[in-house]
């Protein structure tokens, strides 16, 4: 037979048991369909969490202090406004800013009188806005050295809180009042930047970070000039791991401490976030492609169901001169095209399943996530498909392929 005429009566089998053909496909499509799925919100998510990290900037190195056994930073190697001061003559670096907060609990009254603010206090200096993308000041202005050198009362506070608190986004020129142990503090709102927190954080009432210079901080805290943490920003993204190193060692010159420092960048967190949501997708696409593995069995049931209603079928065939690798190669055809149809279906299903499960999160979280799937990814699903449907096909196919001519026309 030619192969023409081959996919034609496969068709025309297919055609002749649509409803059939339907339930066989089902596993298929199951499975094909929580693949994709799967795949699609794996990757947007992947791809929306990068975006975040890259907001905030992939050139830049946070040093933070290493506890000991117990859990202590020794006091001696706390992190100082004098080491910020110390290396702001490390030429590779673009910007320093170091950051101390003080976190206060019920601090801002909002316009809905059931909620109160956590508030953290982040103190920084004129550099802290050279250092992040992500942020971006809607209205007003940055801390400016102005105001660290005066230890000026004013603050830059995200949109979100700014609508909460005064019913709109540009509160610029407001006074926002924190209700503190130490009494109620005043401060000049002089910017409002995008608002980064999702609808999560929000709901759990994570506190909210607000900007004021860091001399203000250092008052609240009897003049300490203990740090947090200082974060650089420097001139080239190669070799994150020699920057921070180098950062390590100047430092551990100047105080004579040892292994009293860490740092961390958005490279390395950005891998290691990229590791984790590899890991859980091929995790969840391995459990989904079962589903597949019952597919198949139901694709070489149904053959072997239709193996045994053509019977006569191959028998007048053979008589007429097909051959064993004839008759096999029909019922291969058959079932791969089963399976990639079902195959077909499932990518689309999918697709679209991925599609508003991802609008749906993006509402909820308040994120941009853009569903995204690689040509390769569905290539290789219909390969896997098609190929389920011959691997499952081959025994109906073989079983087909020796029955007796002769034997075959006798079967009613």
Known sequence: MHITELFLSAFSGINNNRKRAFLTMFGIIVGIAS???????????KGAINDQFDELGVDQITLTNKTNDDGIIESEDILTLKDVSYLKGYKPLLAISPKQSISFVEAVDTLDKNKVKDIN????????????????????RTISKRDVDNMSMVTV???????????TENS?????????S???IDFKVIGVKKDNNSELTKMFNVPIDIIVPISYTQML????????????????????NVFGNSIIRLLQIKNGTNDAYKYTSIESEIDQINSILSIFTIFLTSVASISLLVGGVGVMNIMLVSVTERTKEIGIRKSLGATNANIKFQFLIESAILSGIGGVIGILLGLFTGFTLISVASIIFN???IPSISILSVIVVITISCGI???????PAGKAAKLDPIESLRFD
Do not use: A, H, R, W
Request: a positive charge; hydrophobic letters at 40%.
């Open 157 to 167: 506070i995200p949109n979100g809180l700014s609508k909460e608190v005064f019913g």
């Open 367 to 369: 994120m941009e996530i």
């Open 182 to 184: 130490l009494g109620s």
């Open 221 to 240: 805290k009897n003049n300490d000039d203990n740090l947090s943490s200082i974060t650089f920003k420097v001139n080239s993204t190669n070799n994150m």
């Open 389 to 395: 449907g011959i691997l499952f096909g081959v025994y």
């Open 172 to 180: 610029v020129g407001k006074k926002l009042t924190l209700k503190t």
């Open 121 to 140: 206090l982040i103190g920084v200096n004129e550099d802290y806005y050279k250092l992040f993308k992500d942020n971006k000041i809607l209205y007003g």
């Open 35 to 45: 693949v994709i799925t799967i795949l699609c919100v794996g990757q947007g998510l």
